[in-house]
Structures are given as C-alpha cells and as structure tokens.
C-alpha cells in the first residue's frame, strides 16, 4: 500500500511534463490567419541572442494601444520565433541592421487578453487577463517546460509585455 501510494506521487510529479507544460493551448488558440490578419510591429535578436523574434498584433491590439489603453479585451500578440543562421563556428551571423539572418521559423509563441475567460481557465494560468500558448508552425501544439506566467508576470507596469515600449512606439507613428 506504502509503495502504492508512493508510485501514485511520483506519478503525479511526473506528469505536468509530459504534457504542454507551459501556456494553455486548451484556452489560448493558434490564431491561423495572423500571417495575413494581424500587424508586425517588430523584428528583434531575443535576450538569449540565439534566435530572432518577429512580433504581431492583432487589430484590437494595436486600436487599443493607439487610444493608450492598457488590458485591452480581444487583443492577441504573436512571436515568431526563428533559428538564426549560423556561421563555422557555430555564431549566429547578424545582418546589416544587427538582426541575425534567419534559417527557419522554429516555434509559435502566442498571448492573447480576454476579460471574459470561462472559470476554467484559472487565474494562476494567466497573467492579468493574459493567456499563453506555445504552437510549432503548423499551428500543432508545441511541448515545452516553459512558465509563461512567472517571466510575464512582474511586468504588469507595461501591460506584461517585454516588447511594450516597441509596440507603443510603433502604433504612434
Ligand atoms: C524565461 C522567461 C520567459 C518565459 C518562461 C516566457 N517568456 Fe515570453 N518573453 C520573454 C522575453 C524576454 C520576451 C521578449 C523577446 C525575447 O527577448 O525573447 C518575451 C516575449 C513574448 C511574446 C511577445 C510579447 C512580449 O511580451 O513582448 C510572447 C507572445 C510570448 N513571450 C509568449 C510566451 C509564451 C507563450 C510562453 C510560455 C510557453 C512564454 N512567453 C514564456 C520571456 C519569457
């Protein structure tokens, strides 16, 4: 019974990795049309400088933080994120305005805000009104061990957004 009981916890420590871990792709939807629909606002090295990220907002995103708002209801933010090409030794090779120069598009990172998520999405899951999801790029759900929300979270100042001040900027102009 002891080892029973035993077998029962270990199974449950193990289990949370063997599924998508991190986001809820249950809640949080691959936005299939965002290649045509939504606005790239940014093309950066990501802060470990081993891959790119391209970044996308969706119209209520960009409505939203057009009229200075923050928390906007129905807005969704895609990061792509790519590969880089490397060079011999294996370092990614920077194009002329410093972004690498991209091999292939590796995953799919999504967040999208709702202020209406049904209860089962919980608040712990989220950040704010945030929900993440990670997707490969046919829109199939990426595994991953990743904790969206601790990263996400401590940046409630700028709508929990590492790339705020960029999309802020770009939909003044
Ligand atoms: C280790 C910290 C960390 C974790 C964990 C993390 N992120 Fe992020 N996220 C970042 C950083 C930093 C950026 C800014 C781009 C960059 O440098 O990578 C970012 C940017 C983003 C963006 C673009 C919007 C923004 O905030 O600028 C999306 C979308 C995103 N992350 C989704 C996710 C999803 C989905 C997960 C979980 C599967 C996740 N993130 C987990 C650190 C993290």
């Not at 599924?19 to 790239?40: C, I, L, M, N, R």
């Not at 919980?122 to 990426?142: H, I, Q």
Request: hydrophobic share 40%.
């Amino acid at each position: 019974m002891k080892n029973l009981l035993k077998a029962a916890v270990v199974a449950f420590a193990i289990a949370p990795v063997c599924v998508s871990a991190g986001g809820d792709p249950d809640h949080v939807k691959f936005p299939a049309d965002y290649a045509k629909t939504f606005t790239q606002y940014a093309t950066i090295n990501r802060g470990n400088q081993t891959q790119v990220a391209k970044l996308y907002a969706n119209d209520a995103a960009i409505a939203g933080y057009k009229q200075g708002n923050q928390d906007n209801s129905g807005a969704v933010i895609v990061m792509e994120i790519y590969t880089p090409k490397k060079d011999a030794e294996g370092k990614p090779i920077p194009g002329s305005d410093g972004v690498f120069e991209i091999d292939s598009l590796a995953a799919v990172g999504v967040m999208e805000n709702r202020s209406d998520w049904d209860a089962a999405f919980s608040k712990e899951s989220r950040t704010g009104n945030w929900g993440f999801a990670l997707y490969n790029p046919d829109g199939s759900v990426k595994s991953n061990e990743l904790n969206c929300v601790q990263c996400h979270t401590p940046l409630q100042s700028q709508d929990y957004l590492f790339t705020y001040q960029k999309l802020v900027d770009f939909v003044k102009k």
